[in-house]
């Protein structure tokens, strides 16, 4: 079983930052895509961005604003958010995606962006 804990969520002006951390207990596997979602009030929840060892996936929503990062060694994936924009505000989970469809969520963490 694996366990992941968000943190980092918050209130922010338009044109700030903010970085969200995930923290995983458990097994993870070099072959488990880490990675973030989001879910804005009445929107389905979306895909952020993704980590393998294959490589980094973003939304084009977030490109050239959102970095991801991962570290192996502490099982943490990071998302570092620049220049936010008010439609950016969602709720962020943390989510590992594994072989035969098995997810894992975090609770979730709430990024709120408005002056």
């Known amino acids: 079983q694996v366990q992941l804990v968000e943190s980092g969520g918050g209130l922010v002006q338009p044109g700030g930052s903010l970085r969200l951390s995930c923290t995983a207990s458990?097994?993870?596997?070099?072959?488990?895509?880490m990675g973030w979602y989001r879910q804005a009030p009445g929107k389905q929840r979306e895909l952020v961005a993704t980590?393998?060892?294959?490589?980094?996936k973003y939304a084009d929503s977030v490109k050239g604003r959102f970095t991801i990062s991962r570290d192996g060694a502490k099982n943490t994936v990071s998302l570092q958010m620049n220049s936010l924009k008010p439609e950016d505000t969602a709720v962020y989970y943390c989510?590992?995606?594994?072989?035969?469809?098995?997810?894992?969520w975090g609770k979730g963490t709430l990024v709120t962006v408005s002056s």
């Open positions: 989510n590992v995606a594994r072989v035969f469809s098995v997810n894992y």
């Open positions: 458990g097994s993870i596997f070099s072959t488990d895509v």
């Open positions: 980590i393998t060892s294959g490589g980094i």
